[in-house]
């Protein structure tokens, strides 16, 4: 499967490990680890480690932006990153020992203006080319309007990849509008679609509606719900998956590695429960893992026995 990941976004993904986060205290880091992040690239980095051919695609700047490609590079992923004035943002997460909670600071990222805005436009067919697979993951940066995933997705035209989007406010309500063929909204930015807080089972429901009116008839949803599993919603079905029992170590970046079990499963033919399973495997064996993005492909088989799909 040869995929392309979209990071408009993109940064440095910190995670800091101590004993117990003290606020207003000093504070000492007992591990310390660094990966290019963005959900893009957290796809990116989950895909590429089940053997799939991985591009990455979006906005950096400076020498943070630098380290991104460099790092991808490293990993085995390809770099078609458009480059931009300022610095790539630093995203950090702190991971508490004592008590497993994990705090989340993230920078706003780099202004992106107009003309680079068209730039990566005027890219993009040609990135996307022979792609099976199109991923636009993650926040929109400064600068950028909102519909810029929808003018990015409408961009592709005739193009035979399956195109995901997995995004938040505005900016993944105009996407909707383009008609991808998978959404991965969570609990949270489902709600706000909704605009109430709902059950699982009506936040289901409410997918299902999106699909034939907002979304085609071929449309899936696959609905993140955090510690309760996911949920994977078509125009005639709703499969849900509770996860197995882990050790969670990190949970950021679950839901990107959530997509690309998916999407690994998918092109290797299985059926959608079959492809639900995996999916949540996948993002299970991510929150194993510190660090975002990273995963052991064994684990994920191991972890598929013990997912339980149910309709």
């Not at 959530?258 to 991510?286: H, K, P, Q, Y």
């Amino acid at each position: 499967m040869k995929c392309v990941t979209v990071t408009l976004n993109a940064s440095i993904d910190t995670t800091y490990v101590m004993e117990r986060l003290d606020l207003g205290g000093v504070n000492r880091v007992e591990q310390k680890y660094a990966v290019p992040g963005g959900k893009g690239n957290n796809v990116a980095r989950v895909l590429c480690a089940l053997g799939h051919s991985v591009i990455t695609t979006g906005f950096v700047g400076g020498r943070s932006g630098q380290y991104i490609e460099e790092a991808l590079r490293e990993d085995g992923i390809q770099s078609a990153f458009v480059a931009v004035p300022g610095e790539s943002r630093v995203s950090l997460a702190i991971v508490e020992q004592t008590s497993g909670e994990v705090t989340e600071i993230r920078e706003q990222g780099c202004e992106v203006s107009r003309e680079d805005g068209e730039r990566f436009l005027e890219s993009l067919n040609r990135i996307t080319a022979d792609a099976d697979v199109v991923v636009f993951s993650g926040s929109l940066p400064p600068g950028l309007p909102d519909d810029f995933y929808a003018r990015a997705i409408q961009r592709l035209g005739e193009s035979s990849a399956y195109i995901v989007l997995d995004s938040s406010g505005r900016a993944f309500q105009r996407g909707l509008s383009q008609h991808p063929d998978l959404i991965k909204p969570n609990a949270p930015e489902m709600a706000a679609l909704m605009g109430h807080e709902a059950g699982d089972e009506e936040m289901a429901e409410y997918a299902q509606g999106l699909i034939g009116t907002v979304l085609k008839t071929d449309a899936m949803v696959l609905l993140s719900l955090g510690e309760r599993g996911a949920a994977l919603v078509t125009h005639n079905a709703k499969i849900f998956a509770d996860p197995a029992r882990v050790d969670v170590r990190s949970s950021v970046g679950s839901g990107d590695a959530m997509i690309a079990g998916f999407l690994d499963a998918r092109f290797a033919g299985m059926d959608n429960e079959a492809a639900l399973r995996n999916a949540v495997a996948t993002g299970s064996a991510a929150a194993m893992q510190l660090t975002p993005g990273t995963i052991d492909p064994a684990t994920i088989v191991r972890l598929n026995e013990s997912v339980r799909v149910w309709q």
